[in-house]
């Protein structure tokens, strides 16, 4: 069935609007086109719509285009002409320049350099991108070359220097065996952390390094286990010193850890004879709780008692605290060395 020619009669004032559009813009079918006219030739209201929407069409086709103003042409002409003058300043700048230093001026690479990263933007891209990554390495490597404390840090020679002041300012302290560069004799190296950190390198004999670490030593509730493990290790090498030997064998009765008391008894072995050392020997032996520590303490008052044969077994502080341990003492290899040592009143019993 063929669509039905619009006529007068078909077209209704409230369709009026939306053909009044179309035909401001010439889109209507020839036959929908003569029976919009004759419905607005006698009707003044849809006359006056068609009318409105006819002189927005045309104000709005009367504005220029921004692409209609653009003269491409005469962007072209321009940039042709800015080309052909830099060609122009750079051939006679060249001109004015011996052969060979043109090739070898800077001006002329800046001007290759310059026109390269111009012309060509993927190369100017990856030149850009190798430019970044040796710049990050560089930042990098200079980090790791700077100093990271800025902080002082105070080395004290082998001329006494170290105050007691000093000693008590540091919070925590480092000790360590170091070789220098060049030397096969180990030295000493202690570090006192505080607010001027200090950095005592000298031989174990050293009055500055030995008044660090007995200093450790003897103050286990400010520096760690460790630290006071490793001051011992040094230390042990000094006990020919009664000073020295006196904080040892404090340190035997009194510090806090067990592994740091085990080990200054161990650091005590050779000089049982010291009437110091023997008291401590007997404290260790008569009042620590650890087993390990009394371990340590009878063998080494049996090895005195020993080398003493017979006068050391006469010994009458000895003798009380070996009946002590055999009647008293939770561990049973205590016991028996008791027990093996008082088998003789005369020392001939023991072991």
């Known amino acids: 069935m063929s669509e039905q020619p619009y006529n007068e009669a078909a077209l209704r ?30 009707c003044s209201f849809c006359a006056a719509v068609v009318t409105r929407e006819t002189r927005l069409h045309q104000e709005i086709a009367s504005f220029d285009q921004p692409a209609d103003s653009l003269d ?43 026109d390269t990263l111009v012309y060509h933007p993927a190369m100017s891209m ?26 002082p840090v105070m080395t004290v020679s082998a001329t006494p220097k170290l105050t007691e002041q000093q000693l008590q300012s540091a919070g925590s302290a480092n000790v360590a065996w170091v070789t220098p560069s060049g030397s096969r004799t ?10 001027a950190p200090m950095n005592i390198v000298g031989a174990p004999d050293d009055t500055d390094v030995q008044r660090a670490l007995t200093y450790v030593l003897a103050n286990g509730r400010r ?4 630290a006071r493990m490793d001051s011992l290790e040094v230390l042990s090498t000094r006990c020919a010193d009664p000073e020295i030997r006196r904080t040892v064998c404090n340190a035997a009765l009194w510090d806090s850890n067990p592994g740091v008391r085990i080990k200054a008894l161990e ?4 000089y049982e004879k010291d009437p110091t050392v023997r008291q401590t020997l007997i404290g260790a032996l008569r009042n620590d709780e650890n087993s390990g520590v009394r371990v340590e303490a009878i063998n080494l008052l ?47 019993g023991l072991p």
């Open 302 to 348: 049996l090895d005195a008692l020993r080398a003493e044969k017979p006068s050391g077994a006469d010994d009458p502080k000895i003798l009380a605290i070996l009946r002590d341990r055999l009647r008293n003492d939770p561990n049973n290899y205590i016991r028996l060395q008791s027990a093996a040592a008082l088998r003789q009143p005369d020392g001939s």
């Open 186 to 195: 180990p030295t000493v190296q202690v570090q006192l952390m505080s607010q």
């Open 267 to 270: 650091a005590l072995q050779g």
């Open 126 to 151: 990856a030149a850009l991108m190798v430019v970044g990554f040796l710049a990050g390495v560089a930042g990098q490597r200079l980090r790791v070359t700077l100093p990271a404390a800025p902080r």
């Open 72 to 114: 491409r042409s005469g962007l072209l002409l321009a940039q042709c002409r800015s080309e052909l003058a830099e060609a122009l300043d750079d051939e006679h700048g060249r001109a004015n320049q011996p052969g060979w230093r043109a090739v070898f001026s800077p001006m002329a690479w800046w001007t290759v350099f310059r």
């Open 13 to 42: 004032c409230e369709e009026i609007e939306q053909f009044a559009v179309l035909y401001a813009c010439d889109e209507l079918d020839p036959a929908v086109r003569a029976a919009l006219e004759a419905h607005t030739a006698k």
């Open 223 to 226: 520096f760690d286990s460790s």
